[in-house]
């Protein structure tokens, strides 16, 4: 339902949802290629134009989502989808799976049904916030799962890896996250400086909305 309210060419187009045989289901369009999760398994780390490329289509569909009060809240590379023909040419970007997403109206404030929001999400992606204060997120957890992308994508791994648990989950909300150059020093320092921000600790700090990201 929080996806059908998006209408834009980067955000996958949700048609109907409908009960059949007791279970609740989604008419969604069919989409040709792959993620980005298996583009990147494929090509590891990207030239900073071929990330850029890729992840602002993203960016622009996300962005749409937060300007009606949707926070996607698990932006990861399996939830970036490259539309491709069949001679393997990316065609168009879309985003997928609203499933954990929150509504937040114009006061940043979420519904009812939402203040006490369980922690949701895939670890490695999630912000801080999300994490300590998961009724408290904005669009800026957003801003932050989508700088981790831009890290993926230029480096191969995520800030903060390692398995799912409480340790894991300790240290993104603790530790400063690693700066990108460290795994790619020949970055330019403005990209550099635009993936800090988007990972800033602290909401506050980030970018304040996908719009100045982009």
Do not use: W
Not at 25 to 53: H, N, Q, W, Y
Not at 120 to 135: L, Q, R, V
Request: proline fraction near 8%.
């Amino acid at each position: 339902l929080a996806a059908s309210k998006v209408n834009h060419p980067n955000v996958v187009s949700i048609f109907d949802v409908i009960d059949h045989e007791g279970m609740t289901c989604i008419v969604m369009e069919l989409l040709e290629g792959e993620t980005l999760a298996s583009f990147l398994a494929r090509k590891g780390p990207l030239a900073v134009d071929e990330a850029v490329a890729l992840l602002l289509p993203a960016m622009r569909g996300v962005a749409a989502a937060n300007a009606i009060g949707v926070v996607h809240r698990d932006l990861k590379p399996g939830n970036i989808f490259l539309c491709s023909d069949t001679d393997g040419r990316v065609l168009a970007i879309k985003v997928l799976d609203f499933g954990i997403s929150t509504m937040v109206n114009r006061a940043g404030e979420r519904s009812t049904a939402t203040d006490a929001m369980p922690m949701m999400g895939t670890p490695a992606y999630m912000a801080p916030e999300a994490i300590e204060y998961p009724s408290a997120v904005d669009s800026r957890a957003d801003v932050y799962g989508l700088g981790i992308l831009f890290f993926e994508t230029l480096t191969g791994q995520v800030p903060f890896p390692g398995e799912p648990g409480t340790e894991l989950l300790a240290r993104i909300v603790h530790e400063p996250p690693p700066r990108v150059t460290e795994y790619r020093p020949d970055l330019p320092l403005e990209i550099a400086q635009i993936v800090d921000c988007a990972l800033a600790k602290d909401a506050k700090d980030r970018f304040p909305d996908v719009d100045h990201f982009i």
